[in-house]
């Protein structure tokens, strides 16, 4: 799936990837994309999953927003958008 990936601030380590079609993901949908990913499922809940892979922290919506917390560089969080929505 396409998707659009921006930083809110600049200069941070945070970035947003959002798909460019319409999404709804379950819950249960949500966290096996995230396991299939590696990352280690932190908190689930109706609405969002989080997870982590080392110090990594993705939130992915069940609209398909992914919100990527602490990537080095946006290279990083380019491929972890793209492991993600290859999956959606």
Known sequence: MKYRLS????????????????????????????????FKIKMKSDIL?????????VALYRRGKAIIKKAKEKTEAEQIAETIFSQI
């Open 7 to 38: 930083s809110p601030c600049r200069g941070s380590n945070t970035f947003d990837a959002v798909p460019e079609g319409e999404v709804e993901l379950s819950p249960e949908r949500m966290s096996s994309i995230m396991e299939k990913a590696g």
């Open 49 to 57: 999953v989080i997870g982590t892979k080392g110090e990594v922290e």
